[in-house]
């Protein structure tokens, strides 16, 4: 079975503060697609991410990046110099291949002007 | 390219009642899943449609079922409505048969009152 942990609930950060929300996977599959997900108050789901489980290369996309490291099962996502519309709240989620998303309980991120 | 749609964006239903939520998959995309939200947690997986067949199910009962059409489209039925059903329903759609992608849609929110 998999399994994913967000230990952080609730985030509350200043605007152009950094911030770096926590995402702990578990599962027995070598093969595992991993993603970060955006939930606005509208209540869309807007993808972000995805990496597999082969490609441990960090990735940068303008003031986000990810950072994956098998060792730990991690999977964390920085926000750098955050602004009042990163405000959300952010989903990881595990994918073994073929099979569904198996989500976090997600951290809503407050970025107070 | 349009996007996930989903059919109504809101929903109020009485316990009993029978609900029918309707969920068009993104642009070449065969392959549906549902998920429902309840307040303040993570999609729980419901079921996954391919080829016109569930493919998949979660951890739900059977008065939770779906239909996927020729044309990709689906549909969630939800019968004898519970008040714990009040939810959000997010349909997300891939591509098989890796099912690596999944782009979602805005949701139906349902209230069971």
């Known amino acids: 079975a998999q399994k994913v942990t967000q230990a952080q609930t609730e985030i509350s950060v200043v605007e152009k503060e950094d911030v770096t929300l926590d995402c702990v996977y578990e599962?027995?599959?070598?093969?595992?697609?991993l993603f970060w997900y955006k939930q606005p108050p509208s209540g869309e789901l807007v993808f972000l991410i995805r990496?597999?489980?082969?490609?441990?290369q960090n990735e940068i996309s303008g003031r986000y990046s990810w950072n994956f490291q098998k060792s730990t099962s991690s999977f964390n996502f920085t926000i750098t110099a955050s602004q009042v519309v990163d405000s959300a709240v952010y989903f990881c989620a595990l994918s073994v291949l073929r099979r569904q998303l198996t989500f976090g309980s997600g951290t809503q991120l407050t970025v107070l002007p | 390219d349009a996007g996930v749609t989903q059919s109504p964006t809101h929903l109020i239903k009485t316990r009993g009642q029978q609900v029918t939520l309707r969920c068009s998959p993104k642009?070449?995309?065969?392959?549906v899943s549902w998920y429902q939200q309840a307040l303040g947690q993570g999609p729980q997986f419901i079921f996954q449609y391919y080829e016109e067949e569930e493919r998949q199910r979660g951890n739900f009962p059977d008065r939770f079922s779906g239909h996927q059409f020729p044309n990709y489209s689906s549909e969630l039925n939800v019968n004898a409505l519970l008040l714990g059903d009040s939810a959000l329903y997010l349909c997300a759609s891939s591509l098989a048969p890796l099912n690596t992608e999944a782009f979602f849609g805005q949701g139906t929110r349902l209230t069971v009152v």
């Open positions: 599962t027995r599959d070598t093969t595992y697609y």
């Open positions: 990496r597999n489980s082969f490609d441990e």
């Open positions: 642009s070449g995309h065969d392959t």
